[in-house]
T-cell receptor, first 114, second 111 residues
């Protein structure tokens, strides 16, 4: 299957700082990338849909000014958590869509905000 | 939008037995249904998928069935092994949109 990388794999930061997470499709062009958040023992919840060259579409309840998404190329999307707070601590996973249906996930980023 | 419900939330079986996980979906336009396996702290891994023009698909010990009329689909794992222990997620999908995940099933295979 297609390969998606994600960096960093783990980050610990102080409350109020910003954290950038990168998601790359290594062997395919992902015109669409999805960002999910997963809290412990819960399912993946879609945060936003990112299309290359256009503004991201955010799900209801997700603050677009807090979770900045940039999809500048067909292989790179970034998620920046601005002014992070402890309640933002979670497992963030990106998914790249290779064809019309199949999504391949990055390894995830575990964010801990102190 | 799509709503996917998954049952059971936990499932414990003896090694060698079969395991079945069921999902229902709400959007009749959904046409793609993948199943993911997620081990602790790792990304979800696609294990099998089925499209709406097919009623059943099998890959070794894993099979998925789809009933479009009833809007439900199921994952069947035969001859379970301890390494099958993980959380399994079903999902529904319509076109080039994000997946809607079920709530997950924690499968425990007892040796």
């Amino acid at each position: 299957g297609a390969v998606v990388s994600q960096h960093p794999s783990r980050v610990i930061c102080k409350s109020g700082t910003s954290v950038k997470i990168e998601c790359r499709s290594l062997d395919f062009q992902a015109t669409t990338m999805f960002w999910y958040r997963q809290f412990p023992k819960q399912s993946l919840m879609l945060m936003a849909t990112s299309n290359e060259g256009s503004k991201a579409t955010y799900e209801q309840g997700v603050e677009k000014d807090k979770f900045l998404i940039n999809h500048a190329s067909l292989t790179l999307s970034t998620l920046t958590v601005t002014s992070a707070h402890p309640e933002d601590s979670s497992f963030y996973i990106c998914g790249g869509q290779a064809d019309q249906e199949t999504q391949y996930f990055g390894p995830g980023t575990r964010l801990l905000v102190l | 939008g799509e709503n996917v419900e998954q049952h059971p939330s936990t499932l414990s079986v003896q090694e060698g037995d079969s395991a079945v996980i069921k999902c229902t979906y709400s959007d009749s336009a959904s046409n793609y249904f993948p199943w993911y396996k997620q081990e602790l702290g790792k990304r979800p891994q696609l294990i099998i998928d089925i499209r709406s023009n097919v009623g059943e698909k099998k890959d070794q010990r894993i099979a998925v069935t789809l009933n479009k009329t009833a809007k439900h689909f199921s994952l069947h794992i035969t001859e379970t092994q301890p390494e099958d222990s993980a959380v399994y997620f079903c999902a529904g999908h319509t076109g080039r949109r994000a997946l809607t995940f079920g709530s997950g099933t924690r499968l425990q295979v007892q040796p």
